[in-house]
Each structure stands twice: as C-alpha cells, then as structure tokens.
C-alpha cells in the first residue's frame, strides 16, 4: 500500500529553450569548429608516394651495403710463409698496441667523466683585510680655533670600515719567477733592440670575496645597541637561469660608515656559500665518518663504507645493513635500510658555524699616524681548476670528427685485410694445384659436385659418390661428422622423416 502524501498544486514549468549547441559536446574558443569524430587524412599525391618508395629502397640498399661491409681485420692463418720479411708480425704488434691504446683512452676518458661529475673541490686561501678611516673626529681638529668660545660645528665624529677580500693564487710566485727571468735574458744580450714594454693585460679574478658567503653582519657591542644601526649583507637570487651573479653580489669589498668617537670592539661574521652545500655533523655521527664537517653525499658515502668495512650489510637482502653499537647510538634503530640512509642523516646536520673575525675600530691619533690593516687567512673551497680543461676536452667537437675519421681508416684496412685474404685463398689453390694437379683437380671436383648436391637438396640421404668415401667412414673429433654442417643436415633430415600411419 503506497503512503498518501498531500496533494500540492504543480506547478507549470516553461519549456526550456534549446541551446545551439548540444550539452554533451564542448565548445572552443576561437576558431572554427571540427567535428568529433575521426578526420580522414588526405590523400598523397603520385610524386610524394615515388618519394617515399624512393627513400625506403635507399634505406634497404643502405643496409644490404652495411651487412656485406667486411669487418675483419685478422690476417689469414700461415700468412708468414707466403710473404717476404716480418711484416706481417708488425702488423700483430700494431693491432695489439692499438688495443692496449684504445682500451687505456677509454678507461682515461670513463675516469674523466666520473671526475668532473663528482665536483671535486680544493682548498685554498683567502685574505680578508679590515681597516678603518676616522672623519671629524676631535683630534683632527674640524677647523675650530681653540682660543675662540665659539665651538659650535655641525660636523659629527663618524668612522669607515673597509672590509676587503682577495683569493691567493699559487701561480702569483711563478708569474713573478717567470718575469724576473725574461728580464735577465733580456739584459745578458747586448745586441738587443729596445723595445717599448708591452702594457700587462689586467687579470680579472674569477672568484671574488661575495662569492663564498651568501650573508655577512656585523656585532656591535651591547653597550651601542640601539645606538649603532645594525650592518648585515644577504647574497640575492640569481635571476633566471643565468649563472652570472647579480651586480650587488659581485664585489671585492664592503664599506660601512657609522658615527662614534671611541674605540669599539666588533665581530664580524660571515656566512659560507658553498655548493653542495657543507653541514656541520653531530658527534656521534662523526664517531662513525670521521669527519667533522661534510655534504651529504660524503656522509652517505661515509656510512656506507664503514657498513662494507664492518660487515654488516645482510646476506640475502643487500639493501638492508644490522646496526652495531655506533649505528644504535646516532639512528636509535636495529635493522636499517640503504636507500633510507639521508632520512637517517637528517636529524645530525647543522648549519656550519660563520666565521668570525674580531675586529678593533681605532679612531685614537696614535693609531691614524701609522694605521695597519688587520688581515685574517680563511681557508674556502673553490672548483677544481682541470675541471674546466676536462669539460672542454669532453665537448671538444674535434673528438666526434677524429672517430669518423678513424672509423673510415677501420674500413679501408678492412677491406685491404679482405683483399689478402683473397689473395691467400688463390695463392694456396694455385700451390696445391702445382704440387698434384690431378689429384686436387679430382678433390677440387668432389668438393664441389658435394656443396652443390646440398645446395639444391639432393644429398640429404646421402646418396652421392661421396657419401661412401673414406672421409664418410670416418669418426672422432676429426671427422666429417663432428662439423657444424653435417649436425644441421642430420637434424634437418631427421626432422623431414615421415612419421609412420597407425593401422
């Protein structure tokens, strides 16, 4: 029985317009409009299908040509006996050489690639040099005479302080030796002509001081806080894929200016940049790598040694390592796994500590007599200076040109190597023919009256004349039956026989 509900009035609903286009299709934007379904391409016309037909058959031709390129470039066995003098031992020795050669460039060329794509760093040394200038200070002067009352001025004591970097190259000193030999050369002959000296193009350095920190500021004392404007410095993004670093991030050195009247105490710290990036390590990770600071591919490869060399690494499951008492202490795990060994890692990075210079802002006259410079030795990473020699000699396009060029010698020794294994096989039939010629002309029959019969099929039973000769009684290792083509022939004869009809 349906339950009865309260009759409402219905309401009439308008019919509802049809729009132009269906609901289920979707219209585009711009553009005219293509139906669904499937667009039937248009046909080709007689040149373009002579055209393709043209180019498979120089494709098929092209491949016929590769396969029937000789390869070889073996000398024939005996080859010794039918020439004159030692060259065709020469010709081993070279073959081996070039063996020995090509194997030792490819190991040196694989040992090349994995070098550059390690990013081997080295360290060398930047100096950092901080002084400091004093301006209207009280001992100057100002232009204030004291005999007057009058000291009014609106001159304030203020300071500078140039903070200036430059990384030391190792060829400063041989540059130096070089110049100094040129010069005695020069004046040990006395029939030389002056010459006007020739102006030294000026090297422009590659790294600059902004390059190796990505931040830089300045610790007042607390008593000045407050008074003295902080000075900090962040290295700014490289804009797009450009690798050249941006106008404010490319500089030799910083200068602040501040006011003040007395000597103050400052540290300024400096930020390292370094690419990969360096991590300070925690001790207990560092009991296992050994190492105080490191990226984090050192760290893994660091772990993943002192796993092999320690024995842990599980028999069956190879990704999984047992942990000995240093594991448990820094993961806190029994069982680990390799592949999760960065996870592991993470918790014992930290940023590397800023290098910090002390610093003594001297605005005393004694000081200004004489100033000196405060110079610091930081030890900083820098690229490895063959990577650059090594990349250019892996994009050298003369490397491609020299294989193509080697690969064509490869086939103009080839076929000369095929062209004496011509000459050999001629050479050892017209021998054998002058020693006998009646025998091996009987031979010479057999043999091909026998190649001919299994090339057209009719000595598959072995009905020849030949198939009751001495070489066909024969057996062992030496004998017509131990070939490759007599195996075929019994297995494709023995393939073809009827099988018997069941009664």
Known sequence: MQPGYRPYPQQQVPPQQRTPHSAGQRRGGIGPMMSSGPHHQVPLTQAQIAQQQQAQAIQVEMAKRRSRKPTDKNLPDNIDDCIIGDMALRYRELRDFERRLDATMTRKRLDIVDSVNRSVKRWKTLRIWITNTAEDQVWQGNGINVDTFDFSSNL???YRVKIEGRLLDDDDDLDKDDDSEDAKVKSDDPDRMEED???????????????????????????????????????PERAGPSTNLPAAADFDELTFKRSGDENLNITINLYRHEEPERYAISQDLEDIIDMPEATRQEIVMGIWEYIKLMGLQEDEEKRNFRCDDLLKKAFSIEMGSIPKLHDYITPHLRPLPPVKLPYTIRLDEEFHKDPQPTVYDVRV???????????????????????????????????????????????????????????????????????????????????????????????????????????????????????????
């Open 156 to 158: 304030e004591p203020n």
């Open 197 to 235: 000296p020739k102006p030294k193009a000026a090297k422009t350095p590659k790294y600059r001081f902004s390059h190796f920190f990505k931040a830089l500021s300045v610790d007042f004392p607390s008593s000045r806080k407050g008074i003295d404007q902080s000075v900090e410095w962040k290295k």
């Open 381 to 503: 990473a820098v690229d490895d200076p063959l990577r650059e020699k090594m990349l250019s000699f892996l994009s050298n396009a003369g490397y491609a040109n020299m294989l193509k060029e080697a690969a064509s010698f490869d086939d103009q020794l080839a076929i000369i190597i095929q062209a004496i294994h011509v000459s050999k096989a001629k050479h050892a039939f017209l021998t054998s023919l002058s020693e006998d010629p009646a025998v091996f002309v009987k031979d010479w029959l057999s043999s091909q009256k026998r190649d001919l019969d299994v090339i057209m099929g009719e000595s598959m039973r072995g009905t020849g004349e030949d198939a009751t000769g001495d070489e066909w009684r024969k057996g062992g290792k030496d004998s017509v039956w131990s070939t490759i083509n007599a195996r075929e022939s019994v297995t494709v004869m023995l393939s073809k026989q009827p099988i018997p009809t069941q009664r």
